[in-house]
């Protein structure tokens, strides 16, 4: 069955310092992988998403990830992390065939000053 | 483009009232949109789909009398949460997939509902 993990519930990081946000899934057929950020009371934005082609994925607000499929892992990642990037980040997961998206736990960034 | 709106953003109601939420893609035609659940500080749970001119279908566990979605037209989903009870207070989301360009579902600010 489709599922995905973001292992680490929460990420502290000061200012100015690189992230990685992890994502695994595991599924038996083709997937799309998305990852999307959440403000407080807000929508989900998207920040990049793997449809086909290039592995490294760039995004906004300069973040990227990589798309592994031996690894089965999307990870996020920024080389320099803003305080304004304090939020939530979700992954998911749509499997080639449906439209419908599994999303991870998420993962609660919070860049220090 | 691609923006999907909801209404209300938020909404107090008594228990035992219905309330109902409104999904709008404001710029596409939407001919899939989804409701998602979100308690605090956990993750977004599919409730349903709802395809346009069709029933909606459930997730399991989510039960259809309780979380009724109508799906009009292209544009407009509704999500209406009938008799409430404290228990569905929650953040729910709308999402809308553009039938042009395919996989990518774009997502509603959220309406949060608090039941008294």
């Known amino acids: 069955a489709q599922s995905v993990t973001q292992l680490d519930s929460q990420v502290p990081v000061f200012e100015e310092a690189p992230v990685e946000l992890r994502c695994n899934y595991s599924?038996?057929?083709?997937?799309?992988l998305f990852w999307y950020v959440q403000y407080p009371n807000q929508g989900l934005q998207l920040l990049l998403k793997?449809?086909?082609?290039?592995?490294l994925v760039k995004g906004i607000n300069g973040f990227e990830a990589e798309f592994n499929k031996s690894q089965t892992s999307f990870h996020l990642r920024k080389p320099s992390v803003h305080i304004s990037d304090t939020a939530e980040y979700f992954c998911?997961?749509?499997?080639?065939?449906?439209?419908?998206?599994?999303f991870g736990t998420g993962t609660r960034l919070k860049v220090l000053a | 483009g691609a923006v999907v709106s909801q209404h209300p953003s938020w909404v107090i109601c008594k228990s035992g009232t219905s309330v109902k939420i409104e999904c709008r893609s404001l710029?596409?035609?939407?001919?899939?949109m989804f409701w998602y659940r979100q308690f605090p500080k956990q993750s977004l749970m599919l409730m349903a789909t709802?395809?346009?001119?069709?029933?909606?279908?459930?997730e399991q566990g989510v039960e259809k009398d309780k979380f009724l979605i109508n799906h009009a037209s292209l544009t407009l989903s509704t999500l209406t949460v009938t008799s409430a009870h404290p228990e569905d207070s929650s953040f729910y989301i709308c999402?809308?997939?553009?039938?042009?360009?395919?996989?990518?579902?774009?997502f509603g600010p959220g309406t949060r509902l608090t039941v008294t």
């Open positions: 599924s038996s057929v083709s997937v799309y």
């Open positions: 999402s809308a997939r553009d039938r042009r360009i395919g996989y990518e579902q774009y």
């Open positions: 710029d596409f035609q939407a001919t899939t």
């Open positions: 793997y449809l086909s082609g290039s592995t």
């Open positions: 709802s395809n346009e001119g069709s029933k909606a279908t459930y």
């Open positions: 998911a997961v749509s499997e080639s065939g449906t439209y419908k998206y599994i």
